[in-house]
């Protein structure tokens, strides 16, 4: 006697199910709808519907105004975090991108709030990614990525900047003071390539490109292993010119 096993179907939760249709029949009315009607476009019985939705309200995914329903605070949040999610899976398919035309590992990161904030990264298990083993928020003075996000902000900010993270020698080559630093800022062409020479990793040399991006000081950098130092240049190079064919049709958001 053989048996059947529904193992493949999913358990599914009769209760959300409701909830959630009863969230979409609201959205679909920008001033709001009564009870009843949500109830009826649901396909609920009006005792679940006002079960439900007094359920939705006290968590903050409704509000209940006049007499009828509108979207609260809660279900707003859901909606920037599927924005957010869709610009961060824009910008990492972006690396992938670049990271595939130039042949190295490829990274995204901004200055926001006084910080270095590293978005996004895209490597292979051929060609991997420095491994972060100092703080890059801490750092900035020893990476390429830092250097040429500090080049980009004013003089009060990057002191302010220094002020919170001091500049050290955190391998031989690293910078040694902020006057040597600031020397190096000033010294770069704008809108170079910034190069940084096992500064921050020995083994590994990195090159970064200023981004324009708005008001926001951003960045897109490659690195490589030291014993492939003669190509940095040209890779970063390749990497400019297929950022700058990329950015006039793609705009590139880092509100996430």
């Not at 006290?58 to 006049?66: T, V």
């Not at 991997?128 to 830092?146: K, Q």
């Not at 981004?211 to 492939?228: F, K, N, V, W, Y």
Request: with cysteine.
């Amino acid at each position: 006697m053989s048996s059947v096993h529904n193992s493949a179907v999913p358990t599914l939760i009769g209760s959300v199910q409701r909830a959630l249709r009863l969230l979409e029949a609201v959205a679909s009315h920008s001033g709001g709808a009564p009870a009843k009607q949500l109830a009826r476009e649901a396909g609920l019985p009006l005792p679940t519907a006002y079960h439900l939705l007094r359920t939705l309200t006290h968590e903050g995914y409704l509000r209940r105004e006049g007499g009828v329903f509108v979207l609260g605070a809660a279900a707003g949040r859901l909606a920037v975090g599927g924005l957010q999610q869709k610009r961060r899976s824009m910008i990492l398919d972006s690396l992938a991108h670049f990271r595939d035309a130039v042949g190295a590992p490829v990274y995204f990161a901004v200055f926001r709030e006084g910080e270095i904030e590293v978005v996004g990264v895209s490597d292979t298990q051929s060609s991997p990614a420095c491994e972060e083993w100092a703080d890059f928020r801490e750092t900035g003075h020893a990476h390429a990525i830092g250097q040429c996000l500090l080049g980009q902000l004013d003089d009060k900010t990057r002191k302010d900047y220094y002020e919170r993270h001091p500049v050290e020698a955190i391998t031989p080559y690293t910078v040694r003071d902020m006057r040597s630093l600031e020397q190096r800022i000033e010294s770069q062409g704008r809108m170079q390539p910034v190069v940084e020479r096992q500064e921050y990793s020995l083994g590994t040399v990195c090159a970064a490109i200023p981004i324009t991006a708005g008001d926001t000081a951003a960045t897109m950098a490659i690195s490589l292993p030291l014993h492939q130092e003669g190509e940095l240049l040209y890779v970063v190079n390749r990497l400019r010119s297929e950022v700058g064919a990329l950015l006039s049709t793609l705009s590139f958001s880092i509100s996430i």
